[in-house]
């Protein structure tokens, strides 16, 4: 009898041990509506962990989907957070309506889901178009917490903008649009290694950037560079900027991003490509949870508020 015992307890063990996801794609999927109708897909691990629990949600860049963060999924799986993976509207498995892609559409997909949950407050970690869609959330949402930016986009403007700085702007914002979209994107994928970036790295960037409906790419590029989304306020919360010079960095980027962010923890890169948190996966995780650990773990939830400030310079800084 004993012996039967311990077999069906060991037997439960193992049932149990099998049911533990190894990877993001063994997280089931999950759904929510937003504007009448917009299914957005995404995962949470640790869903029932009680509200003392700090939840880190993580937002793709353009072309991409929930699943350029596996290697933050196999690194915080076994942590006490709550992690969270968004496929934005128009990406991975949400719905990709014939609509305006505006950071307004991104931050009440990203809303919606945080609210459906009940969660509050988070560590919103952006990559590329991720960063901008995080940081807009948090201008005009209820959620607070911190940001980290991994190679984010961002426009810079104060008014004294020279013609040919205007003429730039509206030509990236009207890269994608027209039939041959695709090909334009394949080289502007081609245009992210670094190198010392890792052909896997490229492999799943051209397997999934290159996929996005035209209209998705061409009305997210042409919003992305509207002079109204980018506002030169002060956030008073903790930031975690790491970027690469391989993504066209000013010499001055570090002090552009300190105007914005007072509570800033910078890191600037030299071969790393775009991808930052695939390349050089280990460092960036550990820089993370350390972030995490220093600024949110044990610090009262802060929110955005603008504050005012010297406005920085006029320039679109990264791809």
Not at 85 to 106: A, E, H, N, Q, R
Not at 182 to 193: D, K, N, Q, W, Y
Not at 286 to 311: C, G, S, W
Request: net charge negative; with cysteine; aromatic share 10%.
């Amino acid at each position: 009898m004993n012996r039967n015992i311990i077999i069906l307890l060991l037997t439960m063990l193992l049932v149990g041990c099998s049911h533990q996801p190894q990877t993001l794609d063994d997280v089931k999927s999950e759904f929510i509506t937003v504007d009448e109708g917009v299914k957005i897909h995404y995962k949470i691990w640790n869903k029932t962990a009680n509200t003392e629990v700090k939840t880190i949600c993580f937002v793709h860049g353009f072309g991409c989907d929930m699943n350029t963060w596996e290697k933050q999924f196999e690194a915080f799986r076994d942590e006490d957070v709550r992690l969270l993976f968004i496929d934005l509207p128009g990406y991975g498995m949400s719905d990709k309506p014939v609509t305006d892609y505006t950071f307004d559409f991104f931050a009440r997909a990203i809303d919606g889901v945080l609210n459906a949950n009940g969660i509050t407050d988070a560590v919103f970690v952006g990559h590329s178009l991720g960063t901008p869609v995080c940081r807009h959330t948090l201008m005009t949402t209820a959620h607070g917490g911190a940001l980290v930016d991994v190679d984010g986009v961002y426009c810079f403007y104060d008014g004294s903008e020279t013609p040919e700085y205007v003429e730039a702007v509206e030509q990236f914002g009207h890269s994608f649009d027209g039939p041959d979209c695709r090909e334009v994107i394949t080289g502007f994928v081609s245009s992210l290694a670094g190198k010392v970036t890792p052909q896997w790295v490229t492999d799943y960037a051209m397997s999934v950037m290159p996929e996005t409906p035209q209209y998705v790419a061409s009305s997210t590029m042409q919003h992305l560079v509207e002079r109204k989304w980018w506002p030169n306020d002060q956030f008073s919360i903790p930031v975690m900027v790491i970027c690469t010079q391989n993504s066209g960095l000013e010499p001055d980027n570090e002090q552009k991003m300190r105007a914005l962010y007072p509570q800033l923890d910078y890191t600037e890169l030299k071969d790393c490509g775009h991808f930052i948190h695939m390349e050089q996966a280990e460092m960036f995780n550990e820089k993370l949870k350390k972030f995490i650990t220093i600024n949110v773990l044990h610090m009262t939830v802060t929110r955005y508020t603008p504050a005012d400030q010297p406005e920085a310079d006029s320039r679109f800084i990264r791809k």
